[in-house]
């Protein structure tokens, strides 16, 4: 993956799966945000790869409950991590609401100042 997304998603086979970045004002990419969100791609295709090394394989049945639960604990912390990326996202997006709205507001009184002729010397 080279971190550069599509707006509105990514198309992975038929289904069309909507992409959890989010694109700066200017059209930049939240680079941090894309970068964890590569970082946790990367660690679940390789949990993946080694999920799938296992099956086929002659191991006993306690290795097999052992590799069991080192996939589960493994899933699990990818998710946690993944819950914590979409914890910062929310909270960029929730300081750009705020950025916006300071700004409306900012404009709309430099324009009411302007309309009545408010003298700026």
């Keep these: 993956m080279d971190g550069n997304f ?49 099956i086929g394989g002659e191991e006993s049945e306690r290795g097999a409950a052992m590799q069991t639960q080192w996939i589960e604990s493994q899933t699990l912390q990818l998710e946690e991590q993944k819950l914590q990326i979409q ?16 700004s409306k507001r900012r404009d709309q009184e430099l324009e009411r100042l302007r309309m009545i002729g408010w003298d700026w010397s």
């Design 87 to 102: 914890v910062e996202l929310l909270e960029l997006e929730k300081q750009r609401f705020r950025w916006e709205r300071f």
């Design 6 to 54: 599509l707006q509105g998603g990514m198309v992975h086979g038929v289904r069309r799966i909507r992409s959890t970045t989010r694109v700066h004002h200017q059209g930049l990419p939240f680079t941090t945000v894309t970068a964890m969100t590569e970082q946790w791609t990367d660690k679940m295709m390789k949990l993946l790869i080694t999920a799938a090394s296992y």
